[in-house]
């Protein structure tokens, strides 16, 4: 279930908008204060913050401000502060989207939905070029012919960028991936991932 962490001081909106949350299928957590919510998302992990601006002990754009020093989790900024410059504020900040009060539940639930969706797809091509890095590379040490320095268990790295090799593939090996050389099953699938990604 996806959980999702509200930032709000007010009691009774942030009532209001757990129970949409919940009846939508979400898994909602409150934090009264932007302390709270630095020690609830260290501990949690939400897929999604939603903050208010204004709050006690720390500010919403401090809370803004930490969480993008360690985490990438999406926020939406939800607040009454809704001249130009403080969307723009928010946004350079780091938040994902920007909603003023006040609002509609079902404008609210449209936007962390899209939010997540986003989230879901950056996730996705994440994942997807860290495994066309490594297939990369393990095609290339798996040809006739090509060497690199000796690690642990009989894995590769690479001295140099192997001409034909992916700078996004050779970038991954320099920072800490190995490479098992014997795959040449994957010769196919590495020779189309580099078609696709110019070589500079």
Not at 2 to 22: F, N
Not at 31 to 58: R, Y
Not at 66 to 86: F, I, K, N, Y
Not at 100 to 123: G, H, I, N
Request: glycine fraction near 8%; hydrophobic fraction near 40%; charged fraction near 25%.
């Amino acid at each position: 279930m996806t959980t999702i962490l509200l930032v709000e001081d007010a009691h009774d909106l942030a009532q209001v908008i757990i129970r949409e949350l919940e009846a939508n299928g979400y898994r909602a957590l409150h934090a009264g204060d932007g302390l709270t919510a630095l020690e609830l998302h260290a501990k949690v992990q939400p897929e999604l913050v939603i903050l208010d601006w204004m709050l006690p002990k720390l500010s919403g754009l401090e809370v803004l401000r930490r969480l993008r020093q360690a985490s990438s989790t999406p926020v939406l900024m939800l607040t009454a502060r809704g001249e130009e410059t403080d969307r723009v504020v928010g946004l350079e900040l780091g938040a994902d989207d920007y909603l003023t009060k006040p609002f509609s539940m079902r404008e609210l639930l449209a936007r962390v939905r899209a939010v997540l969706r986003r989230a879901e797809l950056v996730q996705q091509v994440l994942v997807t070029d860290h495994t066309d890095a490594s297939d990369t590379l393990n095609i290339w040490f798996s040809q006739p012919g090509r060497s690199g320095s000796q690690g642990i268990a009989g894995w590769h790295t690479p001295r140099s960028q192997p001409d034909g090799v992916c700078p996004a593939a050779f970038a991954a090996a320099q920072s800490g991936a190995r490479v098992q050389p014997g795959l040449s099953a994957r010769y196919r699938l590495g020779r189309d991932l580099c078609r696709r990604r110019p070589i500079s």
